[in-house]
């Protein structure tokens, strides 16, 4: 498999405040959010820190396509597409790697 590319979903607690993004370096890209490299980003602001929910994608376009229709979601169906895989809202970014 080439490189892989994720949708993917952070929350700062269960049932927080959530953001929604896309990556081609998904160990990095979490890192980033988790050690607050930018200070003044919203994940950092609101302490969104906790990879609740993820998809993989083989191109880069069907991942910000699939980003870009979660973005318009209300949130209740954000909450219900990460109760179906992970209701507990637990940490799934050790599945990512190192």
């Given at each position: 498999?080439?490189?892989?590319?994720?949708?993917?979903?952070?929350?700062?607690?269960?049932?927080?405040?959530?953001?929604?993004?896309?990556?081609?370096?998904?160990?990095?890209?979490?890192?980033?959010?988790?050690?607050?490299?930018?200070?003044?980003?919203?994940?950092?602001?609101?302490?969104?820190?906790?990879?609740?929910?993820?998809?993989?994608?083989?191109?880069?376009?069907?991942?910000?396509?699939?980003?870009?229709?979660?973005?318009?979601?209300?949130?209740?169906?954000?909450?219900?597409?990460?109760?179906?895989?992970?209701?507990?809202?637990?940490d799934l970014s050790h599945e990512l790697g190192p």
């Amino acid at each position: 498999m080439g490189k892989v590319f994720i949708v993917y979903i952070m929350a700062s607690m269960k049932g927080g405040t959530l953001y929604t993004g896309v990556t081609g370096n998904p160990a990095g890209r979490i890192w980033q959010h988790k050690t607050h490299a930018d200070p003044k980003s919203f994940t950092a602001r609101y302490k969104v820190e906790r990879l609740v929910w993820y998809e993989v994608h083989e191109t880069a376009m069907s991942a910000i396509q699939r980003e870009k229709r979660i973005k318009d979601w209300q949130r209740g169906w954000k909450v219900q597409l990460i109760a179906e895989r992970n209701p507990t809202w637990r940490d799934l970014s050790h599945e990512l790697g190192p």
